[in-house]
């Protein structure tokens, strides 16, 4: 099934919202800096690839992400439960017969 342009755009505009708004949540504030003060070590070093600071800023690079995509997972389960809701309530409102409509 091919989702019109304007819902695809829809969609698109709500993941970059939701993907702005986890990634500046204060919660990440510690993992964020712990990860920066990690990249940051790996200049110290020639052989980067080869440092164990490069092997901890990979592993906090990994965590952040990963606390992100679980978030903007739970996030999308969410509003795809809200938008299949009111679109089954709108489906439903719509096949009610003229005198249930009246009750």
């Known amino acids: ?3 019109p342009p304007w819902f695809r755009q ?3 505009g709500r993941l970059d919202e939701v993907s ?3 990634e500046h949540h204060p919660d990440l ?3 964020r800096a712990a990860a920066d003060r990690a990249f940051e070590a790996l200049f ?3 052989d980067i690839i080869h440092t164990p600071e490069f092997a901890t800023w990979e ?3 990994y965590l952040k992400q990963g606390i992100v995509n679980e978030r903007l997972y739970l996030q999308g389960m969410k ?3 809200q938008l299949a809701m009111a679109l089954l309530c709108h489906s439903m409102s719509d ?3 003229p005198t249930e409509n009246e009750s």
């Open 79 to 81: 509003d795809g439960v």
């Open 29 to 31: 504030n510690d993992v």
């Open 44 to 46: 110290e070093g020639r």
């Open 1 to 3: 099934m091919e989702f």
């Open 59 to 61: 592993d906090k690079h």
């Open 10 to 12: 829809v969609m698109q």
């Open 95 to 97: 096949h009610q017969s």
């Open 20 to 22: 702005a708004r986890i």
